[in-house]
């Protein structure tokens, strides 16, 4: 009933004038000249790298080289070759994957098709173009904005902002509201301008007969002692007059191994789109779980459809049982399976700026990394992509949640206009019906911004982009994946869309984009949050020696060199360095590796402290930083940088996220209260150590007592008075006793100030169990574990208390001797 050819591979590629438009494809066909190798998918950028265009645009100040690609035509081609056989069905679909931007589409030297949309695939059925033997496809890209007017953009009475305002004119343009596609692409504060121009996704031509599936919906529902599974099966009878008898069997296989199926039984295909619904019913389900709070069960689902002599099974697919509700009021808050969760996670960015080169292998190592660092959610931002079906499978296999955004960023959008309303209808059709099969689809929101931005930054004097967030996505969401929230926008809520009483908060004008720089780098003012959930908060911080050289690509190391700074955060604006200086010690006495450690670890100690915050705080259900992994390298937010290394924060984010968490803050005058934050499913009973230490281990006054930190929640479970001792000659701290975690930590001043002595660390390496036991005899600040590429402590830049003994572990690919380990500390 089906044959497929995959045209992926290698293409032909060449570029012309922008003016060549689709009415000169037979004159650029017919070039026999400056043809490149292009692979698909993949993007332009990658075949111009290969034929020595240009340069890779993401090193050095490559980036700038590579704006010309923006203003000219690009045509790409395949031929290929079709048997008699192929032309025995019914009809024979094109489909086109990830066409960025507007594409022009000629089979055979005809033109056979518009597609101006990234984020769903141009189908046509185009049987009437083809023949046996060798057939050509061509494809005509562009960037996508060259078409949009001045009065295009009037007519939204806003125009879109660029980053000229932060001294970067090239970054943004103000016609990219009109084009479909990933946002970020003409630069933002964590990435250059490099326009993309792709088939970003698979080509497939599909020969059906009779029939085939179309689409599977699944929705469960509670029944006594288990679920029942509804699944609406979208069977397409392909004959334009004629029917057929037909057949449609589910099953679905649980993870234990149980089967459940149902069938049709014979049924009458009509010509077109034939709903069929079917059911089955799983006692004692096993629950798809977020990381940490359970196993993601995945259960296997199959379903075949029979019609006449042919059989056709739609790809088999993971689908994980569990159920959602958004609590907006008094709180903001997710509950999955009837539990009530603290979202734990940070911002997802493209992982490329090139976005269409990232791997499934790199998904599956980012996703990794994000569960392995404890997280439970990420939020994939409306500025970037609807990632491709190998993110979503690694964070349904990791236990990822994901708040999905809509496509829509820091901008109104056109949608007074048809073809733009046709266009994100469409997007939004496919992309929710798709992703509905995705266990870790937690939340659709609107927009990035946008409702934030009607009512501070644009004033009401614009309303474009609003039908699109009230209407149009509510609508469709409700109608395909009617199982996950809908929220109108992030962030949102109240009569002020940022509002700290309603909705969720991005929390950056009190802190990070404080123009008092103390504000900025003050970690202590996130105890001052009171929000409901916070889904954006950062803090910036520099990466490895290797990334950073790395990136530099041969440039001078140096912040006043100008591929530093274009490698430095548009928000940065010295914030390092006062951050350094606040904490650490005078930057300017640093060479470049100790001020890429001492910025990596304010970095950590921003973040760590403003998680710990948020998760103490009993009316917050959320702390979202800014953001997790790195498109290219620089000075910025993330904690994952472009090489995939883990930056120092990392480990500090890491800590704060553990399923278990003591958090020390002061408390009045002279007290200090411990919360015990336990996101495990069942209470936690422990004894609890607290007190204080010198630095020098000299002098303790220690106590313990039994504490029950009940399950899914934040308790306060201990207040206890600081005492007389010195601020500058010690520390106070809380830990589970006998655990093999660092302890919560109260520092009374910042680091600088404290009265330390040298540490010693003695260490030791048991090569059978890859652990490496660790023990200071005074305070050891910030000890790092450094390994040979390929291996990772389970935890690192870690601080030592005088007397306390640590092991940790060491993954990696064999087994480690200690010659290979280096320690070092503060």
Known sequence: MKQEILLNGVWEMRDDLLEFDPEQAALVDAQVEDWLAQPVPGDIHQGLIKAKRIAEPLLGMNSYACEWTEKRSWWLRRDFDLQASFFTSDCIELELNGLDSNAEIFLNGMHIGSHRSAFYPFVKDVRAWLHTGSNRILIRLSSGVEQVTEEDVAAMQIRTSTEAGNGRPERGDWRRAFARKPQYSWGWDWSPRVPTSAIGGDVRLRALSEATVRDVSLRPQRIDGGVRLSAQINVEGLHFYKTCQGAVTLKVISPDRRVFSASSGPCLLRSGLNHIDLAVEIPNPLLWWPNGLGKPHLHKVEVALECGAGQETFA???????????????????????????????????????????????????????????????????????????????????????????????????????????????????????????????????????????????????????????????????????????????????????????????????????????????????????????????????????????????????????????????????????????????????????????????????????????????????????????????????????????????????RAFQPLRLILRPYGFNELHVTAANDLAEDQNFELEYGYVTLDGLDREVQRTPVCARALSRTRVLRFSRGPHGSMEGLWYARIAGANCQAS?????????????????????????????????TYAHAVQILLPPGYYPEDNYFDLLPGETRLVGVAGKSALSRAEIQLSWI
């Open 745 to 777: 930590l109260f520092r009374a001043l910042d680091f600088r100030n404290l009265k330390r002595i040298g540490a010693e660390v003695k260490w030791e390496m048991d090569e059978a169990q890859q652990t490496i036991k660790l023990e200071s005899n």
């Open 316 to 654: 088999q697919f993971e689908y994980g049982i569990r159920f959602l509700e958004l609590e907006t009021q008094p709180d903001f808050a997710l509950h999955i399976n009837g539990r009530k969760i603290f979202c734990k996670g940070a911002n997802w960015i493209p992982a490329d700026t090139i976005y269409a080169r990232v791997s499934a292998a790199r998904y599956a190592r980012l996703v990794g990394e994000a569960a392995a660092a404890h997280f439970n959610m990420l939020r994939v931002w409306g500025g970037g992509l609807y990632e491709p079906e190998a993110f979503y499978t690694a964070c349904d296999r990791k236990g990822i949640l994901i708040w999905q955004d809509f496509m829509f960023a820091c901008t109104p959008y056109p949608d007074h206009l048809d073809w733009f309303r046709e266009e994100v209808r469409r997007e939004a059709e496919f992309q929710t019906r798709r992703l509905s099969r995705h266990a870790c689809i937690g939340l659709w929101s609107g927009s990035n911004e946008n409702n934030w931005g009607f009512d501070e930054w644009w004033k009401e004097q614009t309303r474009s982009g609003a039908w699109i967030y009230n209407h149009l996505l509510p609508e469709v969401v409700r109608r395909n994946d009617p199982g996950v929230p809908y929220w109108n926008g992030s962030p949102y809520g109240g009569a002020h869309p940022n509002s700290a009483e309603v909705g969720d908060r991005h929390h950056w004008f009190d802190a990070m984009m404080n123009p008092d720089m103390n504000k900025r780098i003050t970690p202590e003012i996130y105890d001052q949050v009171d929000a409901r959930f916070i889904s954006e908060f950062g803090y910036i911080g520099a990466c490895s020696k290797e990334t950073t050289l790395h990136y530099l690509d041969g440039q001078p190391a140096e912040e006043s060199s100008p591929a530093w700074q274009h490698h430095t955060n548009t928000f940065e604006k010295l914030t390092v360095r006062a951050g350094i200086q606040k904490h650490y010690t005078d930057p300017e006495k640093l060479d470049l590796d100790q001020y890429l450690l001492y910025s990596g670890l304010t970095q950590g100690l921003m973040y760590g402290y403003a998680l710990d915050a948020l998760r103490a705080n009993p009316r917050c259900h959320g702390g979202l930083f800014w953001m997790f992994a790195d498109c290219w390298g620089e000075v910025g937010w993330t904690i994952i940088d472009a090489l995939q290394k883990r930056k120092p924060s990392y480990y500090f984010v890491r």
